[in-house]
């Protein structure tokens, strides 16, 4: 009986449709936290390891939150820098930037995460959706004028502005907030344009990046999601590989 979701294609099978992606931007890998599981970093809504199973994500992950206790949510962010700053790129970052090294300009990774793993692999074309958890940003705009920059304010938990007390906040997408236009809008292009969008490592229970899988396939894209557990956007790919992503990029990218 075939499995109805395709749930068991031999990687060969999904193998067999990379040739057709080797051209200009052909390429698009989603990422999401799973992607940065294997390097030690925490996934968000794992049950019993994910960050949202043992913090409140609305108390340190939104403006309210922050601004309620900015300490409490400046000391949270701080430990999860200091985590990036250990982790290493994994098997699986490391197969990206190794195709991408190989095949130029074909590749381009939008990633839900907010570590540096990508980039410290070598990635060449990486567009951030929820932001960069290594940068700081003013709360409020500094009355000082544009271009201040964060990294001269007065040190503290949170830092603040020597002039007007505004405080710094972490670089990052809170819940209830948009996106960056216009990475959200390259990732849209790059999806529609792709021939090939692979998604490892996210639930896909956060829009508007989950809605991406879905538009990929409208636009003529396949869609293979790489992941151990199901996800809320299995139904929108062509097909599911349970794996991580440590083992199955480099068996899936290692050979082309
Ligand atoms: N390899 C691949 N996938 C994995 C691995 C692994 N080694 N380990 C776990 N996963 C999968 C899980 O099965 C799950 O589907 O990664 C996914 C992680 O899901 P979430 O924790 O929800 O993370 P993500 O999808 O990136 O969350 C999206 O939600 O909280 C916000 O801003 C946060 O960017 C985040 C967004």
């Excluded at 999860?80 to 190989?102: C, K, S, W």
Aim: net charge negative; charged share 20%; aromatic share 6%.
């Amino acid at each position: 009986m075939q499995d109805p979701m395709n749930t068991k294609p031999d990687l060969t099978g999904v193998a067999a449709l990379l040739p057709g992606a080797l051209r200009p931007r052909g390429l698009v890998v989603l990422t999401g936290a799973g992607m940065s599981a294997e390097s030690g970093i925490a996934t968000f809504r794992d049950a019993q390891s994910g960050l949202w199973a043992r913090f409140d994500p609305m108390q340190l992950a939104s403006e309210e939150g922050f601004r309620e206790d900015p300490q409490r949510v400046w000391d949270w962010y701080a430990e999860r820098r200091e985590g990036v700053r250990r982790a290493e790129p994994n098997a699986g970052h490391v197969a990206l930037a190794d195709f991408d090294r190989r095949h130029p300009g074909v590749l381009t990774v939008v990633t839900q995460n907010v570590d540096d793993l990508h980039q410290r692999a070598g990635v060449a074309e990486t567009i951030r959706l929820h932001g960069d958890i290594l940068r700081d940003k003013w709360l409020e705009p500094c009355p000082r004028g544009l271009g201040c920059d964060p990294a001269t304010a007065v040190p503290g938990r949170p830092p603040r502005c020597a002039d007007c007390g505004h405080l710094v906040r972490p670089g990052v997408v809170w819940f209830g907030e948009a996106l960056p236009p216009q990475a959200f809008a390259l990732a849209e292009e790059a999806v529609r344009r792709c021939r090939l969008l692979l998604v490892v490592g996210t639930s896909g229970a956060v829009w508007p990046a989950a809605g991406l899988a879905a538009l990929a396939r409208r636009a003529g894209a396949m869609v293979v999601i790489i992941n151990p557990a199901d996800s809320e956007i299995d139904a929108d790919a062509n097909h599911v590989l349970r794996g991580t992503a440590a083992t199955l990029l480099p068996a899936l990218l290692g050979a082309i």
